[in-house]
């Protein structure tokens, strides 16, 4: 059985859906056109931050 097919990939896959569309109701249509995407935790000082 693929994930699309699967019940608890839909049921999970749904709440995810309702959660997206409950952030961009708060913060606005294109609030999630800039996210960052970095694990804070594993940042290494400044060398991470460091813009190139």
Known sequence: MDK??????????????KVERNYIEKFGESS???VLLLDPLSL???????IR
């Open 4 to 17: 699309q097919h699967n019940p608890k990939y839909q049921q999970e896959y749904m709440a995810l859906q």
């Open 32 to 34: 999630l056109d800039r």
């Open 44 to 50: 290494q000082y400044e060398d991470d931050l460091a």
